[in-house]
């Protein structure tokens, strides 16, 4: 396989994590729990089918030294938070406004990373940064402090955060140790500091729900997130994060075709910007590999 092809598989593979991920939008908003009962069925879930399979490959799964497994341990606090206070927003809004919100985390990646990795600032991520936000106020139909989807947008920032953070700290892990191994790992953190809401919330709809959530747990955490972890490899976090972009326009056609959620007229013009601005980055990409 030449090298251009390879590169043109490793963007498709991105983009199917993108659209499996995306899952999450309609199916937060169809489960009926508590976003901490949903988070801790799916990460225990997910945690059981991605330790077989990890074995079913002979994957290695010891961690080699005190520092990675700090960073696993860390990594998986911060992937609990990204999801608890992601599912918050879903629930406070739509699709819509859930997935968008928490996609200001490319901006936000786009100035942790040369900061924390100690990598190059480029220009152009900036200006496809600022394309991307410039998306997502079209798409976000009004902010007010005295609405639930303000308490959405809140949510979904501080999600996105959560989740840039996650990701950096990760891309280095990446190189050392299977994707799925590392989803593994993080689901067994979250499932550990979720333990307590079995005594303190109702338990009651979960076995009705058990389905959908295995679905997320099956199709959104162990097949997409684990092959966004492995496009870490190929990219860098910031160009990941800038093609992930597309990710709430799979959303918000997902919520319309499954929950009837239809957009607006500024929801379609926002996701347009924001589709520009991935394959702007994909074309850049494309390019350097010529």
Not at 20 to 45: C, D, N, Q
Not at 138 to 167: C, I, K, W
Request: charged share 10%; hydrophobic share 55%.
């Amino acid at each position: 396989m030449t090298v251009k092809n390879q590169h043109f598989k490793n963007i498709l593979e991105l983009n199917l994590a993108v659209l499996l991920i995306s899952t999450s939008g309609t199916l937060g908003r169809y489960i009926t729990l508590s976003p901490f009962v949903i988070i801790l069925f799916r990460a225990i879930m997910a945690g059981a089918v991605l330790y077989l399979f990890c074995r079913y490959k002979n994957f290695r799964i010891k961690v080699a030294n005190k520092r990675d497994l700090l960073k696993v341990i860390v990594g998986g606090c911060l992937m609990g938070i990204h999801w608890v206070t992601y599912f918050f927003s879903l629930k406070f809004s739509s699709v819509a406004i859930g997935m968008l919100s928490i996609y200001t985390y490319p901006v936000i990646t786009t100035f942790l990373e040369p900061l924390l990795l100690k990598t190059s600032f480029s220009k152009i991520h900036l200006a496809l940064a600022v394309l991307v936000l410039c998306g997502i106020y079209f798409l976000v139909p009004e902010f007010s402090f005295e609405n639930d989807q303000t308490l959405a947008v809140a949510f979904g920032v501080t999600s996105a955060f959560f989740y840039s953070l996650r990701n950096i700290l990760m891309k280095q892990e990446v190189e050392r140790y299977n994707g799925s191994v590392l989803m593994m790992y993080q689901m067994l953190i979250i499932s550990f500091l979720l333990i307590p809401v079995l005594f303190i919330f109702d338990l009651s709809g979960v076995v009705s729900q058990l389905v959908p959530i295995f679905v997320l747990a099956l199709i959104t955490t162990c097949l997409g997130h684990t092959l966004l972890l492995m496009s870490f490899r190929n990219f860098s976090v910031t160009t990941a994060s800038i093609i992930s972009s597309v990710q709430p326009v799979y959303g918000i056609l997902l919520g319309l075709i499954f929950l009837g959620e239809y957009p607006a007229l500024k929801t379609l013009i926002g996701g347009a910007l924001i589709i520009c601005a991935v394959f702007v980055e994909i074309s850049r990409n494309m390019k350097k590999q010529n």
